[in-house]
């Protein structure tokens, strides 16, 4: 994990050399100098140099150095050569076909360019969480009391889930006539994978029908990957966290109406758990501490599980036998073999986009030796969770924390995760606090409906208010421990939804036309400290085809605030992550002014979903 953000006049300085080589360096601001953050990528074994260099206004300016240190435009960087067929399925498929073993199956991962795109309603909301409640808000330009908000939530999420449907008919219907034409339907895997609305296929095909494929050159491919080997990542905690205090005693905030679904190699039987539904799998000891843990968290939210770590089904998500629908993923499961963003990363970033769930993944185990985040946890929208010991209040050795390939920071937060007593088990590990995060999350969610179906909000919460000091590094640790007195108690939110065009909608709305997307909070000098985080969406699609190159994230976001005097307070400028962050204390009351701008548009076909959430605590 790399530093992106600074406070003028305080800074830390943190580097890390992750999959391509992408380094992040940042200079102290002082006396007016400029600082610069500065990232290397190395483009088919040559490096280039980016740098943003920020004027003490907050004003970027960037520079870009080819590999002989000369200034060179953007359009002049490579892209870097990708090969669709994965070099381990090429070598797989040739030794096969040299064997004479042409019906020899291999489990793969078929990304594909279905080409449906999510219709996103131009939407703008802002508001006031005061005393843990929701005070008011406005939507689209209309003040709204606590209790027309939150009516306003449910029938949006309805509103969304439609649409939202439709759109995952389409690809499915897509997906099938490409596996007809290509006489893979009764593949193993493919009819699974229809089910859940997925745009590619997880499927066991023959040598014969992967040379096939290898040589049609057909265009709907995106990639071929051998299908990863997953495994599990395997009272005093939710104190920690100050769900026991602040949430549980409420009755809004205990995840009523919040269908939380959970995935991994299996699922508790259904007797071990209240408001739950076992859609598919056997039990593991693994699965009943995990079922158990979200059960405590958030005692009142309809639970579904799914074995074989899968993606939900399409009629999952509008909640099963007349239960909840489900607006929450958690997966204590994965593959850390590699630092690589793969097709699994792939496929769980699209379903997130295109459904709008607010997921999380264990950051995985392997700390103390690779510390490769597990996948699908590499992706850009979904939330790594890391594990720290409540006990100690500092990050457990074993909590995985090297940044994927694409240069994105990773773990975003952690949670509590070793000893973890739950359903009958203690164990230890990032798949304890995975869950812990999510039902923490699905608490949030039911006393602020408005958080469903904008994940990107939800996720900005999360960060804003993971404010519990941690020891362990930035590096392993991400912005904080999660808190819910924190995250929940007092703050503003805002949200900006629609086409990729909106941005100039939301830009003119704010007064002024100036590419700058502006919101303006009241901070009492009378909070110690203030945090603003951003979080927006990617569509995995461009990710994934774009993992090579020197930025493979498709919207990039910069973000700043000042102070009611207009002084400068902090801004946040990473080149490589979805989510921005300002930490800073407010020594003025006033209105703080946020400025929002993108710095790059590279995925024109992504919708613009936005989120921002200031928290001012003591």
């Known amino acids: 994990m790399k530093l992106s953000s600074f406070t003028v006049n305080t800074l830390t300085l943190a580097i890390s ?11 102290a601001q002082t006396a007016g100098a400029p600082l610069e953050t500065t ?3 190395v483009i088919d074994g040559a490096k280039y140099s980016f740098s943003k260099i920020i004027d003490a206004q907050g004003e970027v300016k960037t520079q870009i ?15 870097a050569k990708t090969e669709k067929f994965d070099p381990r399925v090429v070598k797989w498929v040739k030794e096969m076909l040299s064997q004479g073993n042409y ?10 360019n279905v080409g449906v795109n999510l219709q996103v309603p131009v939407e ?3 508001g006031e969480i005061r005393n843990g409640e929701t005070a008011s808000g406005v939507v689209n330009g209309r003040e709204l009391g606590a209790k027309e908000l939150n009516q306003y939530g449910d029938a949006s999420a309805e509103t969304l889930r439609k649409l939202q449907r439709e759109a995952n008919l389409q690809r499915s219907a897509t997906v099938q006539r490409w596996a007809e034409a290509n006489k893979l339907l009764d593949a193993k895997g493919v009819r699974e994978a229809l089910a859940r609305g997925e745009e590619g296929l997880t499927a066991s095909l023959t040598a014969d029908t992967l040379a096939r494929l290898m040589e049609s050159n057909d265009t709907m491919i995106a990639g071929v990957e051998p299908t990863p080997k997953f495994k599990d990542d395997i009272n005093a905690a939710m104190n920690a966290t100050n769900i026991t205090n602040w949430a549980l005693p409420f009755s809004a905030t205990r995840g009523d109406g919040i269908g939380i679904y959970m995935t991994e190699s299996g699922c508790a039987d259904e007797s071990r758990i209240t408001n739950y539904d076992r859609l598919a799998g056997a039990e593991t000891n693994h699965s009943r501490n995990v079922g158990a843990i979200i059960r405590s968290v958030s005692p009142n939210s309809f639970l579904y599980c799914r074995g074989s770590a899968v993606l939900p089904n399409d009629s999952d998500l509008d909640g099963v036998g007349g239960n909840d ?10 593959d850390a073999s590699s630092n690589n963003y793969g097709t699994t990363d792939r496929n769980w970033d699209n379903y997130s986009y295109n459904n709008s769930l607010a997921m999380f993944n264990s950051a995985g185990n392997s700390g103390t030796t690779t510390g490769s985040i597990s996948t699908p946890g590499k ?20 909590s995985s924390f090297t940044d994927p390939n694409i240069g994105n920071d990773k773990p975003e937060l952690s949670g509590p995760g070793t000893n973890i007593t739950a359903g009958g088990f203690t164990m230890t590990g990032t798949s304890m606090s995975c869950p812990h995060a999510a039902a923490f999350t699905a608490d949030m969610m039911s006393s602020s409906t408005y958080l469903k179906y904008r994940p990107y909000l939800a996720k900005a919460k999360m960060l804003a208010g993971a404010t519990d000091s941690i020891t362990g590094g930035f590096d392993k640790v991400g912005l904080g421990g999660i808190d819910f007195l924190s995250a929940q108690y007092s703050g503003y939110w805002a949200w900006w939804s629609g086409s990729n065009g909106s941005w100039s909608t939301f830009d003119k709305n704010d007064g002024s036309s100036d590419g700058y997307v502006t919101t303006r909070v009241y901070i009492s000098s009378g909070f110690k400290k203030a945090r603003v985080a951003l979080a927006w969406m990617n569509r995995g699609s461009y990710t994934y085809d774009n993992r090579n190159d020197a930025h493979a994230i498709g919207m990039d976001l910069d973000m700043r605030v000042y102070a009611p005097n207009g002084s400068l307070v902090g801004g946040s400028y990473s080149w490589d992550n979805s989510f921005e962050y300002v930490n800073f204390t407010p020594s003025q009351s006033g209105y703080y002014t946020v400025k929002i701008n993108r710095f790059a548009n590279r995925d024109t076909s992504s919708a613009l979903r936005m989120g921002l959430y200031t928290n001012y605590y003591n």
């Open 124 to 126: 703008t909301g802002f």
């Open 39 to 41: 990232k290397v990528a």
């Open 325 to 334: 629908p489900i607006y929450i993923t958690t997966r204590s499961n994965g």
């Open 65 to 79: 150095l080819n590999p002989d240190g000369k200034v060179i435009s953007e359009r002049e960087v490579p892209r």
């Open 103 to 112: 019906s020899a199956t291999l489990s793969v991962d078929i990304a594909l």
């Open 17 to 27: 050399l992750a999959g391509t080589l992408t380094a992040f360096s940042v200079s």
């Open 379 to 398: 992706g850009l929208n979904i939330v790594a969770v890391g594990n720290y010991n409540d006990a100690t209040s500092g990050i457990n050795s074993g």
